[in-house]
């Protein structure tokens, strides 16, 4: 079976890049694995959080980070055009490149974002808190949700809250069992018919505050229930992020893997990449877990496989490695440097990732791979917490190399 570009890794960036390639007429394949970081989304995605200009925070990054591969000024450039691409998914976010404005972490902190999902709490740019009194519900049992560390952190901001629990009886049965009290399940539940009767219990508390703040617990198959919910609860509602698994983030992927199959792209979930076929410095094709002795041909192909939590990346007694095509990998011989005992340092090991020249071309054994490309957090030279910069890598290579490939057809 022969692809235009075949895409390994169905998290943010294969999906991005198999999305930008397929509306430009490309016939794709994403072979996934399985879940992906999106499975813990916070419901905002990062650029460049190390100052509140992602431009002047760009500045700090080392000459080996992807976004100087790609050009600082082209990186802002792409990151005009990521709004409008989800907004075409039909997923809508608040901000912009310009500046960063602040995401509520489940711990009550702020943390500088990119892009936050419309539904969810914000505070702008200038850090002025957008409420005087609020309403922090929970789901009685609900225990991913931290209403205490949340109302302190507000609290420290001038920010006073009415916290209560909300429980409903159709809630009950997870309740039972604390294990099937997750967000999820919730969101399983609270669905349809329910949305009137959640709303109702909220506007029981929904008096005398600016908003109402609640997990983000609704909505897992689509929008739908929380536009209504919103429509229906009297005060602002906004949600805030809760322990994973994350329902927005699980939302956002299946909406994107839906508008990737609608624009005519294949998705293969479930299975694994274990192996290339190479003709000398090009990639001839794959070999997945489950299709025995097929092997999927294309003229060019995108390794997003992610990191050490996709197992894009693994390491052992030798070393890390990159596990599907033995790639040559940036990291440090010596396994004592690839930690700092502080843990709240910056760990070495999380910038370890595949070597690409300037066209994210990774490379076996010092020889580039001239139709394969390496996009997301597969790649080195970058450290996502330290930089607050994780989804803004994954899509920004994603959406360059889908251009490159496209100029080069
Ligand atoms: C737990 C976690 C939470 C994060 N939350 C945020 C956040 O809220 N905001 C933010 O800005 N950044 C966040 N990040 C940073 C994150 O890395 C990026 O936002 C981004 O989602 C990474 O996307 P990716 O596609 O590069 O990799 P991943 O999301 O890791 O996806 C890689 C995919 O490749 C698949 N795969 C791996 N090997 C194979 C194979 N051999 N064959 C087939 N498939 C394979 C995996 O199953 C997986 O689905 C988070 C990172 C982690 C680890």
Same mark, same amino acid.
């Given at each position: 079976m022969k692809f235009d570009t075949i895409i390994i890794g169905g998290g943010l960036s294969g999906l991005i890049a198999g999305i930008e390639l397929s509306r430009k007429g490309q016939k794709c394949m994403i072979v996934s694995a399985g879940q992906s970081a999106l499975h813990f989304f916070s419901g905002s995605l990062e650029?460049?959080?190390?100052? =509140?200009e992602p431009a002047k925070a760009m500045e700090q990054l080392p000459q080996s980070h992807p976004y100087r591969k790609i050009g600082l000024d082209t990186a802002l450039t792409l990151a005009e055009r990521v709004k409008p691409l989800f907004a075409e998914v039909g997923v809508n976010f608040k901000g912009n490149a310009e500046r960063n404005h602040w995401r509520i972490t489940p711990l009550g902190v702020l943390k500088r974002a990119w892009l936050t999902l419309d539904e969810y709490a914000s505070v702008p740019s200038d850090g002025l /808190?957008?409420? +005087? +009194?609020v309403a922090l519900l929970n789901i009685d049992? &609900?225990? =991913? &949700?931290?209403t205490s560390y949340i109302a302190a952190g507000l609290a420290e901001r001038g920010v006073e809250c009415v916290v209560k629990g909300i429980s409903m009886p159709e809630l009950e049965r997870l309740r039972h069992n604390p294990t099937e009290m997750r967000s999820t399940n919730i969101a399983k539940t609270l669905t349809g018919e329910l949305i009137g009767k959640l709303a109702a219990r909220i506007n029981e508390y929904a008096k005398d505050v600016d908003a109402v703040l609640m997990p983000a617990v609704v909505g897992l198959a689509g929008n739908a229930d929380v536009v209504r919910l919103k429509e229906k609860v009297d005060r602002p509602l906004h949600f805030l992020a809760t322990l994973p698994p994350s329902v927005p983030g699980i939302r956002l992927q299946m909406m994107l893997k839906r508008h990737f199959q609608k624009l005519g792209g294949v998705y293969m979930l479930g299975d694994t990449v274990r192996e290339g076929v190479f003709e000398g410095d090009r990639l001839a094709g794959i070999m997945t877990v489950n299709h025995g002795d097929t092997c999927f041909k294309a003229d060019n192909f995108i390794l997003a496989s992610g990191s050490f939590f996709s197992k894009g990346l693994v390491s052992d007694i030798n070393g890390v490695r990159e596990?599907? &095509?033995?790639l040559d990998v940036d990291s440090l011989d010596e396994r004592p440097q690839w930690y700092r005992k502080d843990m709240f340092e910056a760990q070495?090991? /999380?910038? &370890?990732g595949v070597a690409t020249d300037v066209g994210f071309h990774p490379s076996r054994n010092g020889q580039p791979v001239e139709n394969l490309y390496a996009t997301g957090s597969v790649l080195s030279n970058c450290h996502p917490m330290k930089e607050g910069s994780g989804a803004g890598v994954a899509i920004l290579t994603a959406l360059h190399v889908a251009d490159t490939i496209l100029k080069n057809q």
């Open positions: 650029l460049c959080g190390l100052e =509140d /808190m957008p409420w +005087k +009194k049992g &609900f225990l =991913d &949700f931290h596990p599907v &095509f033995g070495p090991y /999380m910038s &370890f």
